[in-house]
Nanobody, 125 residues
Framework: QVQVVESGGGLVQAGGSLRLSCAASRHTFSEYVMGWFRQAPGKEREPVAAISWSGGSTYYADSVKDRFTISGDNAKSTVYLQMNSLKPEDTAIYYC??????????????????WGQGTQVTVSS
């Protein structure tokens, strides 16, 4: 069973930075995508960013482009989300997910087969 574990959430003031990490263990996938989603109270889960290991492509939601950066280590099946210039509206539970597919539909939750438990990010104004 693939395990997906996130870490790095916390409380930060607006304008600050946080770095989330996600490790996927116990798999032998050669082509897969790792993505970040977030869900704020009373809202639907929304895509944030993703990285496709088959081609190294990265994808971002418009709301985080130029502020967040996704990167990773394929050999370690680990992905990072560097979040800068954080805003109160970035407050949410952030989920990491792994999909055994390419990244062409990275923004769809149905692309992903395995999900982590989530990590809370709170941005105070």
């Amino acid at each position: 069973q693939v395990q997906v574990v996130e870490s790095g959430g916390g409380l930060v003031q607006a304008g600050g930075s946080l770095r989330l990490s996600c490790a996927a263990s116990r798999h032998t996938f050669s082509e897969y995508v790792m993505g970040w989603f977030r869900q704020a109270p009373g809202k639907e889960r929304e895509p944030v960013a993703a990285i496709s290991w088959s081609g190294g492509s990265t994808y971002y939601a418009d709301s985080v482009k130029d502020r967040f950066t996704i990167s990773g280590d394929n050999a370690k099946s680990t992905v990072y989300l560097q979040m800068n210039s954080l805003k109160p509206e970035d407050t949410a539970i952030y989920y990491c997910a792994v999909g055994v597919k390419d990244g062409s539909r990275w923004y769809r939750p149905t692309t992903y087969d395995y999900w982590g438990q989530g990590t809370q990010v709170t941005v105070s104004s």
